[in-house]
């Protein structure tokens, strides 16, 4: 596709339960990167894959968060024994390389109840 | 500890006249700093990348400087219309050059 694309774009699941998220990068973008979001906030840094590899998680909150992207293009970001203080947008970015522009998907809204 | 601030009140201008964003920024010294349109429901949308040796980068009706002396970002948008209203974020590339984001000003545009 012509941009970033995620899926699924809301997201309503039960505390304690486990969640995937996908993310979809424009062709040939060897950067990636995973923010979450709460409202009235900038996006907040979670991890960042350079091809397959994680070249920075550095802003994972927890071992419950962990993504992947195998074979270099598409990533998923799961959360496992979701908490209510994980509800936020969670947003995916693809880029050339490093230090150049960011493309955003609209994001995946995740409410834990 | 590292932080940035922008205006956390909404920016209310009248249309036609310039709108000006500030950025301020501590315990910082950024390769370069970003600025980043984003509408209700969407993800940020890029505008302007200005890094630390330069002083002001121009793009259609979008200026933007960067002062390192006084830590400051200053972003324009001249000849201002409705369609401008939105939230604007600026984006600094840290030692690792991952970005740390600001919380944004809302501006509206009044017609």
């Known amino acids: 596709g012509a941009g970033v694309s995620q899926t699924p774009s809301n997201k309503v699941t039960e505390k304690g339960k486990y969640v995937e998220l996908r993310c979809d990068p424009i062709?040939?973008?060897?950067?990636l990167y995973w923010y979450r979001q709460s409202l009235g906030q900038g996006p907040e840094f979670l991890i960042y894959?350079?091809?397959?590899?994680?070249?920075?998680d550095s802003g994972l909150p927890n071992d419950r968060f962990f993504a992947v992207r195998p074979e270099g293009s598409v990533s998923t970001l799961k959360i496992q024994r979701t908490e209510r203080g994980d509800s936020a947008v969670y947003l995916c970015?693809?880029?050339?390389?490093?230090?150049?522009?960011?493309?955003f998907g609209q994001g995946t809204r995740l409410t834990v109840v | 500890s590292q932080k940035i601030e922008q205006n956390s009140e909404a920016l209310n201008i009248q249309e036609g006249k310039t709108a000006t964003l500030t950025c301020n920024y501590t315990n910082y010294s950024p390769a370069y700093l970003q600025w980043y349109r984003q509408d209700p429901g969407r993800g940020p949308v890029f505008l302007l990348l200005i890094r630390e040796n330069e002083k002001e980068k121009r793009k259609e009706r979008l200026k933007v400087t960067f002062d390192t002396t006084l830590k400051q970002s200053l972003f324009h948008i001249t000849a201002s219309q409705p369609a401008d209203s939105a939230t604007y974020l600026c984006a600094l590339a840290d030692s690792n050059y991952q970005l740390i984001w600001g919380a944004g000003t809302k501006l509206i545009i009044k017609p």
């Open positions: 894959f350079q091809g397959t590899g994680a070249a920075d």
């Open positions: 062709s040939g973008h060897t950067a």
């Open positions: 970015a693809s880029a050339r390389g490093e230090n150049t522009e960011a493309f």
